[in-house]
């Protein structure tokens, strides 16, 4: 599977720097799924839960209030107002 370097931040600071097979949210058209090789786009991201899927397969998920997520040719960014992973 390919990734794509994700970073996650808020005003806290970076809530996950590093390399993603997948992210999903709920952006201001509805829910979507970023994966490696996605053609650039920026949207708003509403409030909702989202996931990270890594390499070895884990699944991690959060919650937001929203934010904006950047999409590049080899990078995501997502800048949240709040990020709080499960379990923390």
């Known amino acids: 599977m390919n990734t794509f370097k994700l970073t996650v931040s808020s005003p806290d600071g970076n ?11 709920r952006g ?17 991201v509403v409030k909702c839960s989202c996931a990270i899927w890594l390499y070895d397969g884990t699944k991690k998920t959060a919650t937001t209030e929203g934010g904006l997520l950047t ?5 995501v ?3 949240s107002g709040t990020f709080k992973f499960d379990m923390e």
């Open 71 to 75: 999409v590049d040719v080899d990078s």
């Open 28 to 44: 201001a058209e509805g829910e979507l799924a970023v994966m490696a090789g996605h053609i650039p786009f920026v949207t708003s």
């Open 77 to 79: 960014t997502f800048f």
């Open 15 to 25: 809530k996950f720097c590093g390399d993603a097979v997948k992210l999903a949210v």
